[in-house]
């Protein structure tokens, strides 16, 4: 055992086959890797190990469709185009933008024999590496916080997550009132229809579709909305808009409005002097509401009434939003999977949202950061609570250093405890019967200089800016990937019988 695996308790690695100026067996530093493998020679590759094209699981057969689904057996699979069990071990933020920042895209265009991180080739150069390094580290899929204009030209070679997105409301983007839509209206059905007409009718019947996520923990509650101070889920920010707060706003002609009152009237028993006791207001009526314009700006809830209220008409605006998209995709795409939005389980969100979002969903799709032990109560909940397959879309574990002082994600002492927290993470969450999914929260180190946002949060990846692996991740990142399989079938006693 290296020194650069002590205490993670892995085994020694298999050496890599393929063709390059390099591999990752008993190596810290990552080296070009020409993409060379062809199409047949990988599908060979895969068999070889027991698994699929997909990276499917062959030991385990269900009826082949010709694109990704789901299916139960007493635990939850999704399942290959060819028919066989998988589960997403997937990457995120694959960015080539991530490897051409200031400190280290003239290191990148000389592994790519560029002169320059500005050379056009340069993107293509980074997707034939990616074809071999996401293979190699274990990885069989790629999550939806990835560039994959860059990725799926001229074709996607492994497995993907597809952004599908009607609102803008992104907990990063620090959406403004604008971003809002009104999902009542006409106007939104129609734009989703555009939309499915646009992204999602061309990938119809394209093998390597996963299904379609729409926004990156969006903000759907008050917990959500709230003013944050410096947490590791984020950088500090104001407080921001939500759907109850913009719609109930807005004046008598738009939907959303209307639905506003109706909801409320509903709540109130139709008398408007209870709902005056508890805003602080003199309406006449609720109709006097309804032609209100901006009567409640984007305060926080005065008390506990309201905050009942606004979970009320959220969770009737979820219903609505979640029906028009899934409407929209299966016009134009009735194969793949619909996720909805990566709904945060670092706040109330999913708690609050998700019986709703599950009526139109095939799987609950979730961001979650934290260690097994914390979330566990959490899992049991959700799929207590919808019947349906769990799908962890972004986490990760971090560890600071010089120039990423503060990361995403919980912070391990070292990236020797980093890589226990990862692997203890896997095998209990893969080894349930209702989990199908996990994308890590990234593969390359940023560092503060990278963008403006990045100087308060960076992300931890598995190896630093210039190639060099973190050893203990990297052999967990890989374990990973090699057994994921086995851990379905840990609880039963009979680790590494099935590939």
Same mark, same amino acid.
């Given at each position: 055992m290296s020194a650069g695996r002590a205490g993670v308790g892995l085994?020694?690695?298999?050496? #890599?086959?393929? $063709?390059?100026?390099?591999?990752? !067996?008993?190596? @810290?530093? &990552?080296?070009? #890797?020409?993409? $060379?493998?062809?199409?047949?020679? !990988?599908?060979? @590759?895969? &068999?070889?190990?027991?698994?699929?094209?997909?990276?499917?699981?062959?030991?385990?057969?269900?009826?082949?469709?010709?694109?990704?689904?789901?299916?139960?057996?007493?635990?939850?699979?999704?399942?290959?185009?060819?028919?066989?069990?998988?589960?997403?071990?997937g990457a995120n933020h694959l960015h080539p933008g991530w490897w051409k920042a200031a400190y280290n895209g003239a290191h990148w265009a000389a592994e790519y024999g560029l002169g320059s991180a500005r050379d056009p080739r340069f993107n293509a150069r980074y997707r034939s590496e990616m074809m071999s390094l996401l293979p190699e580290l274990g990885f069989n899929s790629i999550g939806v916080h990835s560039d994959l204009a860059t990725l799926n030209d001229p074709r996607p070679f492994i497995p993907y997550v597809k952004p599908f997105v009607l609102a803008g409301i992104d907990h990063w983007k620090v959406p403004e009132e604008g971003d809002f839509p009104d999902v009542f209206s006409p106007e939104f059905e129609a734009s989703a229809g555009r939309l499915a007409s646009r992204e999602a009718a061309p990938l119809r019947d394209d093998p390597m579709l996963l299904g379609y996520a729409m926004a990156d923990c969006p903000i759907f509650t008050d917990w959500d909305a709230r003013e944050r101070g410096d947490t590791l889920h984020g950088a500090p920010r104001r407080s921001l808009p939500t759907f109850p707060?913009?719609?109930?706003?807005?004046?008598?002609?738009?939907?959303?409005?209307?639905?506003?009152?109706?909801?409320?009237?509903?709540?109130?028993?139709?008398?408007?002097?209870?709902?005056?006791?508890?805003?602080?207001?003199?309406?006449?009526?609720?109709?006097?509401?309804?032609?209100?314009?901006?009567w409640r700006r984007l305060t926080d809830p005065a008390n506990g009434h309201e905050t009942r209220d606004n979970t009320e008409f959220l969770l009737r605006v979820v219903d609505r939003y979640y029906g028009v998209a899934r409407r929209a995709l299966r016009s134009q795409d009735p194969n793949h999977l619909f996720f909805g939005d990566k709904l945060n389980g670092n706040t109330d969100a999913v708690d609050t949202v998700v019986a709703v979002t599950s009526r139109h969903t095939d799987l609950v799709f979730y961001q979650a950061y934290g260690r097994y032990g914390w979330l566990e109560p959490s899992l049991g909940r959700w799929g207590r609570k919808t019947g349906k397959p769990l799908f962890n879309g972004d986490s990760s574990f971090a560890t600071p250093g010089e120039n990423m002082p503060r990361p995403y994600g919980p912070l391990a002492a070292d990236h020797r405890e980093r890589a226990e927290w990862m692997l203890e993470y896997a095998r209990a969450a893969f080894g349930r019967e209702d989990f199908v999914g996990w994308?890590?929260?990234?593969?390359?180190?940023?560092?503060?200089?990278?963008?403006?946002?990045?100087?308060?949060?960076?992300?931890?990846?598995?190896?630093?800016?210039?190639?060099?692996?973190?050893?203990?991740?990297?052999?967990?990142?890989?374990?990973?990937?090699?057994?994921?399989?086995?851990?379905?079938?840990?609880?039963?006693?009979?680790?590494?019988?099935?590939?």
């Amino acid at each position: 055992m290296s020194a650069g695996r002590a205490g993670v308790g892995l085994g020694p690695a298999p050496a #890599v086959s393929g $063709c390059g100026r390099g591999t990752i !067996a008993g190596s @810290s530093r &990552r080296t070009f #890797v020409t993409a $060379c493998l062809g199409a047949a020679a !990988a599908r060979r @590759s895969a &068999r070889g190990q027991g698994r699929d094209v997909y990276g499917g699981w062959t030991g385990k057969r269900f009826r082949p469709t010709g694109h990704f689904r789901l299916e139960h057996d007493g635990r939850w699979w999704m399942v290959t185009p060819e028919g066989n069990a998988f589960l997403s071990f997937g990457a995120n933020h694959l960015h080539p933008g991530w490897w051409k920042a200031a400190y280290n895209g003239a290191h990148w265009a000389a592994e790519y024999g560029l002169g320059s991180a500005r050379d056009p080739r340069f993107n293509a150069r980074y997707r034939s590496e990616m074809m071999s390094l996401l293979p190699e580290l274990g990885f069989n899929s790629i999550g939806v916080h990835s560039d994959l204009a860059t990725l799926n030209d001229p074709r996607p070679f492994i497995p993907y997550v597809k952004p599908f997105v009607l609102a803008g409301i992104d907990h990063w983007k620090v959406p403004e009132e604008g971003d809002f839509p009104d999902v009542f209206s006409p106007e939104f059905e129609a734009s989703a229809g555009r939309l499915a007409s646009r992204e999602a009718a061309p990938l119809r019947d394209d093998p390597m579709l996963l299904g379609y996520a729409m926004a990156d923990c969006p903000i759907f509650t008050d917990w959500d909305a709230r003013e944050r101070g410096d947490t590791l889920h984020g950088a500090p920010r104001r407080s921001l808009p939500t759907f109850p707060r913009v719609l109930r706003n807005l004046g008598a002609a738009h939907a959303g409005k209307r639905a506003y009152v109706e909801t409320v009237r509903e709540l109130y028993g139709d008398s408007v002097s209870r709902f005056n006791a508890v805003y602080g207001t003199e309406f006449g009526s609720f109709d006097a509401l309804a032609s209100a314009v901006n009567w409640r700006r984007l305060t926080d809830p005065a008390n506990g009434h309201e905050t009942r209220d606004n979970t009320e008409f959220l969770l009737r605006v979820v219903d609505r939003y979640y029906g028009v998209a899934r409407r929209a995709l299966r016009s134009q795409d009735p194969n793949h999977l619909f996720f909805g939005d990566k709904l945060n389980g670092n706040t109330d969100a999913v708690d609050t949202v998700v019986a709703v979002t599950s009526r139109h969903t095939d799987l609950v799709f979730y961001q979650a950061y934290g260690r097994y032990g914390w979330l566990e109560p959490s899992l049991g909940r959700w799929g207590r609570k919808t019947g349906k397959p769990l799908f962890n879309g972004d986490s990760s574990f971090a560890t600071p250093g010089e120039n990423m002082p503060r990361p995403y994600g919980p912070l391990a002492a070292d990236h020797r405890e980093r890589a226990e927290w990862m692997l203890e993470y896997a095998r209990a969450a893969f080894g349930r019967e209702d989990f199908v999914g996990w994308s890590h929260c990234g593969v390359i180190d940023t560092w503060t200089e990278l963008s403006e946002r990045k100087q308060l949060r960076q992300h931890a990846g598995i190896m630093s800016p210039t190639g060099e692996f973190h050893g203990p991740v990297r052999d967990a990142i890989r374990e990973i990937g090699q057994r994921l399989y086995e851990f379905p079938r840990a609880p039963r006693g009979k680790p590494g019988d099935c590939c």
